[in-house]
């Protein structure tokens, strides 16, 4: 089909009152959807990635979200971060750091793992869950710089920005990356948090601590997300996004917005 024949077709169905959503938006498409009115809400001014990985959350915040504005990412293992680093050059607006951020400053060791994305400072546990099990192995470690979002919000570059996105995704150290916000939270409009239902690493924190501790410093879950599942259904982890509720009273649909227009 092609572009003019997609258009009508689009335009019947929303008469129809349906929406033609591409096939590879489809399983992001619930997150992205609450993501993009999470931001909208708070009129986002700036996202904090930590633990990006190799960019994926920045990519989907680019495509599915349809974010414009500034992303700022944290990837402290160094083959990552110099893929990050590369694929950030080709966005202005998409800046990469080569530390961590947790509770307090230092240097830690990290937990490098069989599967690239379950990297964390905790030891994994055994879940018996095969798929896990196979990547969320130990081969190495490798000693890494963390600093604070406190600190990190009073360097010159951050200055200006109110209204703040926090994304953790940290494999169990969410929690300390909190900590390390404490005399941020005013400026931290929401965050988006992985929490775990089943125990993936040694000493992490459960869900339901985890979300009686936003709540108690002054979050409210907006949304739950299924990130991963059991063969027979039970959910690993959840993408949990909570808003500020200080923020909440804002008007929904503000004039301006690093959003782009659908």
Same mark, same amino acid.
């Given at each position: 089909?092609?572009?003019?024949?997609?258009?009508?077709?689009?335009?019947?169905?929303?008469?129809?009152?349906?929406?033609?959503?591409?096939?590879?938006?489809?399983?992001?498409?619930?997150?992205?959807?609450?993501?993009?009115?999470?931001?909208?809400?708070?009129?986002?001014?700036?996202?904090?990635?930590?633990?990006?990985?190799?960019?994926?959350?920045?990519?989907?915040?680019?495509?599915?979200? !349809?974010?414009?504005?500034?992303?700022?990412?944290?990837?402290?293992?160094?083959?990552?971060?110099?893929?990050?680093?590369?694929?950030?050059?080709?966005?202005?607006?998409?800046?990469?750091?080569?530390?961590?951020?947790?509770?307090?400053?230092?240097?830690?060791?990290?937990?490098?793992?069989?599967?690239?994305?379950?990297?964390?400072?905790?030891?994994?546990?055994?879940?018996?869950?095969?798929?896990?099990? /196979?990547?969320?192995?130990?081969? !190495?470690?490798?000693?890494?710089?963390?600093?604070?979002?406190?600190?990190?919000?009073?360097?010159?570059?951050?200055?200006?920005?109110?209204?703040?996105?926090? #994304?953790?995704?940290?494999?169990?150290?969410?929690? /300390?990356?909190? #900590?390390?916000?404490?005399?941020?939270?005013?400026?931290?409009?929401? &965050?988006?948090?992985?929490?775990?239902?089943?125990?993936?690493?040694?000493?992490?924190?459960?869900?339901?601590?985890?979300?009686?501790?936003?709540?108690?410093?002054?979050?409210?879950?907006?949304?739950?997300?299924?990130?991963? !599942?059991?063969?027979?259904?039970?959910?690993?982890?959840?993408?949990? &996004?909570?808003?500020?509720?200080?923020?909440?009273?804002?008007?929904?649909?503000?004039?301006?917005?690093?959003?782009?227009?659908?």
């Amino acid at each position: 089909m092609n572009r003019t024949g997609k258009k009508v077709l689009e335009t019947l169905l929303l008469k129809a009152g349906l929406v033609l959503v591409s096939s590879w938006r489809w399983k992001a498409l619930p997150l992205a959807t609450h993501t993009r009115d999470l931001l909208t809400q708070i009129r986002c001014d700036c996202v904090l990635d930590v633990g990006a990985n190799k960019g994926q959350y920045a990519r989907f915040l680019r495509t599915h979200v !349809r974010y414009g504005g500034p992303i700022f990412s944290f990837e402290p293992v160094r083959a990552l971060y110099e893929i990050l680093l590369d694929q950030s050059q080709k966005d202005p607006l998409w800046k990469v750091f080569p530390f961590a951020l947790g509770a307090k400053t230092g240097e830690k060791n990290l937990h490098i793992m069989a599967g690239e994305t379950m990297n964390s400072f905790l030891p994994p546990l055994s879940t018996g869950i095969a798929f896990l099990d /196979e990547i969320n192995i130990p081969v !190495r470690s490798e000693a890494v710089s963390v600093r604070t979002v406190d600190d990190f919000l009073k360097t010159k570059e951050m200055s200006g920005f109110s209204s703040i996105f926090l #994304k953790m995704d940290t494999q169990g150290f969410d929690g /300390e990356v909190l #900590k390390g916000a404490s005399c941020s939270l005013p400026r931290i409009a929401a &965050l988006q948090s992985e929490v775990s239902c089943i125990p993936i690493y040694e000493n992490m924190t459960d869900w339901l601590t985890s979300l009686k501790h936003f709540d108690q410093q002054g979050f409210s879950v907006t949304g739950m997300f299924p990130v991963n !599942r059991t063969e027979d259904l039970k959910v690993i982890e959840f993408d949990c &996004l909570a808003i500020n509720r200080a923020y909440q009273k804002q008007e929904i649909f503000p004039p301006e917005s690093s959003l782009q227009k659908d």
